[in-house]
Nanobody, 123 residues
Framework: VQLQAFGGGLVQAGGSLRLSCAAS????????VGWWRQPPGKEREGVSC????????SYADSVKGRFTISRDNSRNLVYLQMNNLKPEDTAVYYC?????????????????WGQGTKVTVSS
């Protein structure tokens, strides 16, 4: 099983990026999938999550209205569209699967993690 997050990069404040989470050996449709991020020198924090069956999305308050999570089950991908990026969004972004299916707020409940993709937002 392997997860891979990609699509990060350097962008100016106000810009956009779309992150993708791809999986091999695992069907993302069967899991809740969360995006987490770890800013420099800080702990990992939850950003967004999408449940399995009804595809309910949830967001951290800091990204509500700017980020959108979605699935493409035909391609076994989960996306995170990030608009109006701010310098405080700078972090390494990870995708992870939640076998509880309920988008747990607890990092420890996520069982598979991608290697992370770096997002840098310049002011």
């Amino acid at each position: 099983v392997q997860l891979q997050a990609f699509g990060g990069g350097l962008v100016q404040a106000g810009g956009s990026l779309r992150l993708s989470c791809a999986a091999s050996g695992l069907t993302l449709e069967w899991y809740a999938v969360g995006w987490w991020r770890q800013p420099p020198g800080k702990e990992r924090e939850g950003v967004s999550c999408i449940t399995s069956r009804d595809e309910t999305a949830s967001y951290a308050d800091s990204v509500k209205g700017r980020f959108t999570i979605s699935r493409d089950n035909s391609r076994n991908l989960v996306y995170l569209q990030m608009n109006n990026l701010k310098p405080e969004d700078t972090a390494v972004y990870y995708c992870a699967t939640d076998p509880t299916l309920r988008c747990s707020k607890h990092l420890q409940e996520y069982n598979f993690w991608g290697q992370g993709t770096k997002v840098t937002v310049s002011s």
